[in-house]
């Protein structure tokens, strides 16, 4: 595929926006925090780390090989859910930095960047509520990241915006 340097989008300006986002962390709704703002930073820092190498895989790997990365990804999860998988995981700094790395990996290859959280918060003895609020939150931030990897990548087109555009929800 041969890009049309006139068709590529501005690779500056997702970075305003994420800085919006990562202000915004902290947010209260209706006077109760959203989310763990020190957890879901440390995610979505590890998730901004790894999600370049990601797309660069993305933009690298055979489609018919990410086809079946996407596939097993797929797999494993239905079937860890299935049999109820559940496991005990540190949580610490250094955890959290590395699986929000592991998920913006997943993320910016295959653009699935929930299941290596979900399966790892399986565990948690954390409310449901929590663990919500903390997808929600890092996935929100790690959006913002996704489209400035994607822009400096030359994924982020003129025209793949206007879609993505007409396509969003009301």
Not at 136 to 151: E, K, N, P, Q, R
Request: glycine share 12%; aromatic share 8%; proline share 5%.
């Amino acid at each position: 595929h041969v890009r049309d340097s006139r068709d590529r989008f501005f690779p500056w300006l997702p970075w305003p926006v994420m800085v919006l986002a990562v202000a915004a962390i902290g947010w209260r709704l209706g006077g109760r925090r959203v989310a763990l703002t020190v957890g879901a930073a440390l995610l979505a820092l590890g998730g901004a780390v790894t999600l370049p190498a990601g797309v660069w895989l993305l933009t690298q790997l055979d489609p018919s090989v990410m086809r079946w990365i996407i596939c097993g990804i797929v797999l494993l999860c239905t079937v860890a859910l299935a049999i109820g998988f559940s496991v005990a995981v540190p949580e610490t700094a250094a955890f959290r930095l590395l699986l929000g790395g592991l998920s913006g990996l997943a993320g910016g290859a295959t653009g699935m960047s929930g299941p290596p959280l979900i399966l790892s918060w399986l565990g948690r003895r954390a409310t449901a509520a929590r663990i919500r609020s903390n997808i929600f939150v890092y996935l929100w931030l790690l959006g913002f990241a996704s489209l400035a990897a994607g822009a400096a990548n030359g994924l982020l087109t003129r025209t793949r915006l206007l879609e993505g555009l007409a396509l969003a929800p009301g």
